[in-house]
């Protein structure tokens, strides 16, 4: 396994909205994407960028979002995740598997349309770890 690029930080919110204000206000960022749901995955999502990756702003969407019980343990919100990117979800899938590292739930597409998977934080040095598929070079 060779180490991908970090594609994002994934950090919860209980508003995206707010942060977005928060992110340009205090960051000088430029969120010109609009938040989209993720119903699948249970919830909204926005990207910041960053010169060199992204910030994934997720806000809880429906009862069972994953990232509730995250959120009332810290009602401000914070870091959740990391994301690296992989050549082949696959190929990353199994190499995980073979080093008994715990996967949590089926791989699915993801917020770049690509798909992920993730590591469960406590076999990861307590970093829930998300693993994505590059997306492929357009020609
Ligand atoms: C896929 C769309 C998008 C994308 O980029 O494409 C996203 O990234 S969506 C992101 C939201 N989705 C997920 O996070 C799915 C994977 N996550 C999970 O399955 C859960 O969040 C899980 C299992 C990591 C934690 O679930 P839950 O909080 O309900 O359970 P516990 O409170 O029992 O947690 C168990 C244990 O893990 C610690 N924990 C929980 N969340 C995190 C975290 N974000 N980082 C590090 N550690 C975490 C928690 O404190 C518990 O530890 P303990 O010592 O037992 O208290
Ligand atoms: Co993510």
Same mark, same amino acid.
């Given at each position: 396994? =060779?180490?991908?690029?970090?594609?994002?930080?994934?950090?919860?919110?209980?508003?995206?909205?707010?942060?977005?204000? #928060?992110?340009?206000?205090?960051?000088?960022?430029?969120?010109?994407?609009?938040?989209?749901?993720?119903?699948?995955?249970?919830?909204?999502?926005?990207?910041?960028?960053?010169?060199?990756?992204?910030?994934?702003?997720?806000?809880?969407?429906?009862?069972?979002?994953?990232? #509730? =019980?995250?959120?009332?343990?810290?009602?401000?919100?914070?870091?959740?995740?990391?994301?690296?990117?992989?050549?082949?979800?696959?190929?990353?899938?199994?190499?995980?598997?073979?080093?008994?590292?715990?996967?949590?739930?089926?791989?699915?597409?993801?917020?770049?349309?690509?798909?992920?998977?993730?590591?469960?934080? =406590?076999?990861?040095?307590?970093?829930?770890?998300?693993?994505?598929?590059?997306? =492929?070079?357009? #020609?």
């Amino acid at each position: 396994m =060779k180490l991908g690029r970090l594609n994002h930080v994934g950090v919860a919110t209980p508003s995206i909205a707010d942060s977005i204000a #928060h992110y340009e206000a205090t960051m000088g960022a430029s969120v010109t994407m609009e938040p989209f749901d993720l119903p699948a995955q249970g919830v909204k999502v926005c990207f910041v960028d960053t010169p060199n990756s992204q910030i994934e702003l997720i806000e809880p969407l429906g009862e069972n979002s994953p990232i #509730h =019980k995250f959120l009332e343990k810290n009602p401000l919100g914070g870091q959740h995740h990391l994301c690296f990117e992989v050549p082949d979800i696959e190929e990353a899938r199994a190499w995980f598997e073979g080093i008994g590292k715990r996967i949590l739930g089926p791989t699915r597409t993801g917020a770049h349309g690509t798909p992920i998977f993730f590591l469960h934080p =406590k076999d990861m040095e307590g970093v829930l770890t998300e693993i994505m598929e590059s997306p =492929k070079q357009a #020609h």
